[in-house]
Structures are given as structure tokens and as C-alpha cells.
């Protein structure tokens, strides 16, 4: 009895060896049908995943977004605490600024003018800025000092009179 190895392409109607077919869908196809089947299939799928895709490229776009604005924020917050943080104990350092009345620091003087360039404000304009702020920096001690007002209030009010500067 002749075992029959042969088997018509339910594609494209081509004899081929029966174990070189593929099945696909219950049916038997040539190499070359099988892999057109395959492509089609697959871009057949893709077409009508269109809104799918779409809602993923929303989704990813969001989240791309959203990382953008978490990594910002966390910048900002970080010139902030830095601009913020009270000068690092360093031996005289602290006596010496006490001592001058002026509480912002010359690093801090520096970084800040950085920051109001990086902002895109005129250098003039950036130096008045910083100038101001010492200036007002020494009324506001004098006047809280009057006042009685502990170093660490003098020191909150200091942060924030600097964290406004770069707001501004
Ligand atoms: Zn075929």
C-alpha cells in the first residue's frame, strides 16, 4: 500500500510533500502560502489594532510627560533646598557671615545668579536682583532682631526671602 506523501495547497493549489506543509487554521499550505498568510495575518491585526496602538502611544506619551514634569519638579525642589540649606558649618564660616549682617553666601550669591541666567533674565537686571535681596536681607534681620525673633525664625524667613527671588 502506497502511503500517499503528497498533498495538494489548499492555498494555491500546488502539490508538496506532505510534511513540508503548515498548518494554519485547519488547512495545509505551501511554505510561500504559509508565510503570505503569516504577513497578512499580521498586518491584518495591526490594522485593526489601530485605536489600541493609538491608546497606547496617549498612554506612553502621559507618562513620558509626566516623568518629564516629576524630574523637573524634582530639579527645582533640589536648587531650592540648596539655595535654601543654611551655610555648612565650617569652622569661622558661620561667625563671619553672622558678623557681616548678610546671610546669603557668596556660593549662594553665585548659584543664584546662574539660576536667574538659566532663566533668561537680563545679568543687570540679575545682579540688582541679588543685591536687593541683601540689602532687604540685613533690613529684615535688624528689624526682626528689634523684635526679638530667634535666629531660627530669622533663618525660615531668610529661605523664603531666597526661594521668592528665584520663583520670581
Ligand atoms: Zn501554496
Known amino acids: 500500500m502506497k502511503i500517499k506523501t503528497e498533498r495538494l495547497c489548499d492555498g494555491c493549489g500546488k502539490e508538496s510533500i506532505r510534511k513540508h506543509l503548515k498548518k494554519i ?7 510561500q ?7 497578512d495575518h499580521r498586518k491584518e491585526t495591526y490594522e485593526n489594532s489601530d485605536d489600541k496602538e493609538r491608546i497606547r502611544e496617549l498612554n506612553s506619551e502621559l507618562k513620558n510627560k ?3 514634569r516629576e524630574r523637573r519638579k524634582k530639579r527645582a ?3 531650592i533646598l540648596n539655595q535654601s540649606q543654611p551655610p555648612k558649618p565650617k569652622g569661622s564660616k558661620k561667625t ?3 558678623k557681616n549682617n548678610c ?5 549662594e550669591k553665585r548659584d543664584l545668579f ?3 541666567m538659566n532663566r533668561g533674565i537680563d545679568p543687570e537686571e540679575a545682579k540688582e536682583r541679588i543685591k536687593n535681596l541683601v540689602v532687604k536681607q540685613r ?3 535688624k528689624e526682626m532682631i528689634t523684635q526679638n525673633k530667634s535666629e531660627e525664625e530669622i533663618k525660615i524667613k531668610r529661605q523664603k526671602m531666597i526661594e521668592n527671588l528665584w520663583r520670581y
Open 103 to 107: 546671610f546669603i553666601t557668596f556660593q
Open 25 to 31: 487554521r485547519k488547512k495545509y499550505y505551501c511554505k
Open 77 to 79: 525642589e533640589k536648587i
Open 139 to 141: 533690613e529684615i534681620r
Open 114 to 116: 546662574r539660576i536667574l
Open 33 to 39: 502560502c504559509s508565510v503570505k498568510i503569516r504577513k
Open 66 to 68: 509626566t516623568i518629564f
Open 96 to 98: 563671619r557671615v553672622d
